[in-house]
């Protein structure tokens, strides 16, 4: 707002450190919502920021990317931007790699190679860091090349097994009391 009151030429370039930002906290909000942006949201400078961060709301990694190499100069041309740009990505793929897989059980790797338009090594590599930081529950079989996902929601499923396995072990438990004592009779 005060580089607009000001007639800064730098409001245009904080536009987009904003969207930028917008884009990497994952906010589902629009920074062009604000009255001060709204008069900038088709100024040609901007305009491929706005276009990328609709690509970027609507999990489209294809437009995402094509929005980039239309846009090359005016977005990877900023150091800053460009800086973050890899984060970005890995952003959009978690998101699209979450929402393709939340249908299946098991889903082959190449498939969201194709989907994602990487190679399956990254596509492995993105996998195996959304297991460990627990955003996706389910191994990958390396020699099938297939991610096979568990069901099971975390520590309640874990919890449930475990209460299984308990009652079990006391009906085990119950019915070996009964043996013993009808067989020392």
Known sequence: KSYDQAGDPRRIQCLKYLVLAYMLMESKVDPFDAQEAKPYKSDREILAMTNLIAAYQRNSIQEFEHILQEHRASIMGDPFIRLYMEDLLRKIRTQVV??????????????????????????????VSLILDGQVQGRIDQVRRVLVLDRAQG???????????????????????SILAKAAV
């Open 98 to 127: 979450l929402q393709l897989v939340a249908p299946y059980t098991a889903i082959r790797l190449p498939h969201v190679s194709r989907r994602l338009n990487i190679p399956e090594r990254d596509v492995e590599a993105l996998l």
């Open 155 to 177: 520590k309640e499923a874990a919890r449930a097994k475990f209460e299984a396995v308990e009652t079990w072990s006391s009906k085990l438990g119950t019915l070996h009391g």
